[in-house]
């Protein structure tokens, strides 16, 4: 019995650790087309954007990553197209009175589907992905093949585990 206690506590902690990743926050590439003057002084601009950990970061209020390319008409007339990266905008504050006070409370909204759509006004495109890293692809499609491989780990695991318990 003993025994049973401690195969299930660690497969039920393993199963924990394993949702967790699959429901945490991810990592997404960041980068700008306009200088901001971060605390540090550095900046992650797009035009030197190469996939290199610099422009990594993570997103604590997010679960998807997004990729907005876009047009820009110079001065001379010419059009330049250029893409930012960065975490989707995923975070919604509101205040919550709770006794007798109103308190400041966030939770991770999800308003965005996974791929692509065009803006018929200026012709941007907004790409919206899950999966760490996922918008430095030139072109986003849904990505599954994370979750997919989980839950055929989780079922085999689980069917794995009840087979051991019938011989018990």
Known sequence: MNDF???LSIFLTLLAILIDKAHGAIKCYECTVYPKR?????????TKFDESK????????????KKRTYRLQLINGDIQETTE?????????YMNYVQNKWVKESSVEEPYSEGCIKDS????EYCHCRGNLCNAAGK????????????????FN????FRCMDYL
């Open 121 to 124: 006004k200026d012709e941007s």
């Open 5 to 7: 206690v401690t195969k």
């Open 158 to 161: 689980l069917v794995k585990y």
């Open 54 to 65: 610099y422009f990594e970061i993570d997103c604590p209020y997010s679960t998807m990553c």
């Open 85 to 93: 990266r960065g975490c989707a905008m995923q975070k919604h504050d």
């Open 140 to 155: 986003i499609e849904p990505n599954y093949s994370g979750i997919d491989a989980m839950s055929v780990i989780v079922v």
């Open 38 to 46: 971060q605390l540090n002084g550095t900046d992650r601009l797009c």
